[in-house]
């Protein structure tokens, strides 16, 4: 043990023996991110005697441009907002508003009461309104042009001699997770060719094309953005621009309208409708109720779920049950989700139309009051802004074609029919909207085709819901591919 002893405290005078000591020569730095923007301005807006003014006139003004200089070597996120004065004794519902980039208009002309609010250190001009995000690319500048105008709306009542309305943009570089969905696909749509302006009276912005990178994480499903829709209103008179989602798969086979009469769900059956009332209006069919209850309560319903089998003689002893139990939308994301109303404009079931065409009837040619809610479907217009056409057949081409003769078989329409997102190979799909027959309504069928007489009772075609995001969900992740899907928050 002596000499065990004698050996450790030779190693430890050996150990301190050999220690050295060296200071570091460089230096560690840590500094703060690049925050060198400034703002260009052009000449303000200033029109004195002002008169009520149509959209198409208030475009034409000259408005405020501005540009903004990012002079950092990475990229930023700048948001756009206006502040008002307090003292204004013009009130903002009566000032229409747009901004543009490149004669683009970035936000549709809107009342600047529909716009979001946002929060303002400026005392004197205490409200803010949100117009817009933009992404600006390193040592790169935006040109933005402001136009305002008096709604064409405004009564007399609401004008007074010397009436004023004064407003400044603000200018806040915000972070990525901070940006509105709305705002982020308008922005990655400027270098991203599976996005595409409808050119509608609404200008909506779509994805198109075969397989775009729209997908979402909702509801702990995959669903699909179909695009930014511009003055989707509440059903308060409120305009806003929002998102607009559809469910990737169906969520079965239903009868757009199928109510039994007196429970008696084993009578109604092909070529036998004496007990069953059945009818091409939305806001009573039986799928309106089974979206909007059962589906948007989680719970299940007496829908009948597959009327073939009793077509073809195996009639059950009565309606299957559609249990929504689990996969219904669940409370935790009713909270992303707002009512919008869903045009019922109908549609002639002797006639077929383009994809335009059938957009303008959707929102004009009612028989019915249009109806407000939270979830719906699709309407063929969709279906047909989604294409992107293909090298041998542009979209701009598809769109000429009435969407009846869009066929998987047919030579001048099956690029557009293959390259729709939208299309279920091998399966038919219902549409929201009704036809002038009061008991069909139009879908979409499996080999591509819309077709507008689907009798909505013997009719059991794939249901994909749809729904409106409220306008202040953001996208605080991913790329929307399949492998990332899109994030949401509030």
Not at 17 to 30: D, G
Not at 231 to 258: C, F, P, Q
Not at 397 to 425: F, R
Request: glycine share 6%.
């Amino acid at each position: 043990m002596g000499v065990l002893v004698g050996v450790l405290i030779i190693s430890g005078i050996s150990y301190a023996l050999w220690s050295t000591t060296k200071e570091q020569t460089s230096i560690n730095k840590i500094s703060s991110g690049c925050l060198k923007l400034d703002v260009q301005e052009g000449t303000s807006i200033d029109i004195p005697n002002a008169f009520q003014t149509s959209d198409s006139e208030g475009l034409k003004q000259e408005g405020y441009t501005f540009t903004i200089n990012n002079n950092c070597n990475h990229e930023e996120y700048v948001e756009v907002n206006l502040d008002i004065n307090k003292n204004n004794t013009l009130d903002a519902k009566n000032i229409r508003a747009t901004l543009l980039y490149n004669n683009q208009k970035i936000i549709e002309p809107n009342n600047l009461n529909n716009l979001l609010d946002r929060e303002t250190t400026n005392k004197e001009y205490n409200t803010g309104k949100h117009l817009t995000t933009v992404r600006i690319k390193a040592n790169s500048n935006k040109q933005l042009n402001l136009k305002m105008w008096l709604d064409e709306n405004t009564s007399f009542n609401e004008l007074e001699q010397n009436n004023t309305f004064e407003s400044k943009i603000e200018i806040n570089s915000i972070k990525r997770e901070n940006i509105l969905a709305s705002d982020y696909v308008r922005i990655i749509s400027e270098d991203n060719e599976q996005l595409a302006y409808d050119e509608t009276i609404d200008n909506n912005l779509r994805y198109i094309g075969a397989t775009p990178n729209n997908y979402v994480d909702f509801n702990g499903e995959k669903w699909r953005i179909i695009g930014v829709m511009n003055n989707v209103e509440d059903g308060t008179g409120k305009k806003e621009s929002r998102v607009k989602l559809i469910k990737n798969e169906d969520i079965g086979k239903i009868a757009w309208d199928a109510k039994p009469i007196n429970n008696q769900y084993t009578i109604c059956i092909h070529n036998n409708h004496a007990n069953c009332t059945y009818k091409s209006n939305w806001k009573e069919a039986s799928l309106k109720i089974t979206l909007n209850e059962a589906y948007w309560n989680s719970t299940k319903t007496t829908e009948k779920n597959n009327l073939e089998k009793r077509i073809n003689g195996n009639l059950d002893s009565q309606w299957e049950y559609l249990d929504f139990t689990n996969t219904g939308i669940k409370a935790i994301n009713q909270k992303l989700i707002d009512k919008a109303i869903y045009y019922l404009g109908k549609i002639d079931l002797s006639k077929q139309y383009i994809a335009s065409m059938y957009y303008e009837l959707e929102r004009t040619n009612n028989f019915l009051e249009n109806w407000t809610g939270y979830v719906g479907l699709m309407y063929p217009s969709d279906y047909g802004f989604a294409s992107s056409g293909s090298v041998n057949k542009s979209r701009n081409e598809c769109l000429k074609y009435n969407l009846y003769d869009w066929y998987t078989s047919n030579v001048n329409t099956a690029d557009c029919v293959k390259n729709d997102w939208l299309y279920e190979q091998g399966q038919n799909q219902w549409t929201i909207t009704p036809s002038d027959s009061s008991q069909r309504a139009a879908s979409i069928y499996e080999n591509g085709h819309v077709i507008n007489d689907a009798i909505v009772l013997d009719n059991y075609r794939n249901v994909r819901p749809v729904l409106y995001l409220k306008s202040t969900v953001k996208i605080i992740d991913g790329d929307g591919s399949k492998d990332n899907f899109y994030k949401l928050a509030i």
